[in-house]
């Protein structure tokens, strides 16, 4: 199920509301774009338990899949840990007193993460790709120009590089992510 709905779509790109011929593909171009953010951002924003395990590295952190709520466990090495004597921020979690994760411990961790509200800059940046997507199908996007009755001519921009749209959307990224360019 998508985040961002077919609605905001129309309402965002100007689209006629009565007109349902579109809305198919329109929750396609939806989809596609969330995937383009939720792959950049490294996660699925919406609020899910997650199950992981990691493997110590000598570093006093653990950069984990999304955006920390709450911690139900941890277990470094079969060992329960207290919950409360960890520190949270964002996707990283440190233990209060410094301690590192040594090398070849196993840590496995349940947590609650991800938004229960979803960021409007998520859906601000769905929307506009997902609008340049619409575009690109069917106006034109990626032509270098087109002349007209009357020997008007008017150049397109291919804006299928979405960096500067993701660009909105940095600061959700988690701290495993290479931080490279699309």
Same mark, same amino acid.
């Given at each position: 199920?998508?985040? !961002?709905?077919?609605?905001?779509?129309?309402?965002?790109?100007?689209?006629?509301?009565?007109?349902?011929?579109?809305? /198919?593909?329109?929750?396609?171009?939806?989809?596609?774009?969330?995937?383009?953010?939720?792959?950049?951002?490294?996660? !699925?924003? +919406?609020?899910? $338990?997650?199950? =992981? +395990?990691?493997?110590?590295?000598?570093? $006093?952190?653990?950069?984990?899949?999304?955006?920390?709520?709450?911690?139900?466990?941890?277990? !470094?090495? #079969?060992?329960?840990?207290?919950?409360?004597?960890?520190?949270?921020?964002?996707?990283?979690? $440190?233990?209060?007193?410094?301690?590192?994760?040594?090398?070849?411990?196993?840590?496995?961790?349940?947590?609650?993460? #991800?938004?229960?509200?979803?960021?409007?800059?998520?859906?601000?940046?769905?929307?506009?790709?997902? +609008?340049?997507?619409?575009? =690109? /199908? #069917?106006?034109?996007?990626?032509?270098?120009?087109?002349?007209?009755?009357?020997?008007?001519?008017? $150049?397109?921009?291919?804006? +299928?590089?979405?960096?500067?749209?993701?660009?909105?959307?940095?600061?959700?990224?988690? #701290?495993?992510?290479?931080?490279?360019?699309?």
């Amino acid at each position: 199920m998508s985040i !961002v709905t077919v609605a905001q779509l129309k309402a965002y790109s100007h689209k006629a509301d009565a007109d349902t011929s579109g809305e /198919a593909l329109y929750q396609i171009f939806i989809g596609s774009s969330e995937t383009i953010v939720n792959d950049y951002i490294g996660y !699925v924003p +919406t609020l899910a $338990t997650y199950t =992981e +395990t990691y493997y110590g590295d000598g570093k $006093t952190y653990l950069d984990l899949t999304a955006p920390v709520r709450s911690i139900a466990s941890i277990l !470094v090495n #079969g060992e329960a840990k207290t919950v409360s004597d960890f520190v949270i921020n964002k996707c990283r979690i $440190t233990e209060k007193n410094g301690n590192p994760f040594n090398v070849g411990d196993t840590i496995a961790i349940i947590y609650a993460g #991800g938004y229960a509200t979803i960021p409007d800059a998520y859906i601000l940046t769905v929307l506009r790709i997902a +609008t340049l997507l619409t575009m =690109e /199908a #069917g106006e034109n996007v990626g032509v270098t120009s087109q002349t007209f009755d009357g020997g008007n001519t008017r $150049t397109f921009i291919s804006y +299928t590089n979405f960096t500067k749209y993701l660009s909105l959307v940095a600061s959700m990224r988690n #701290g495993r992510i290479r931080r490279l360019e699309l």
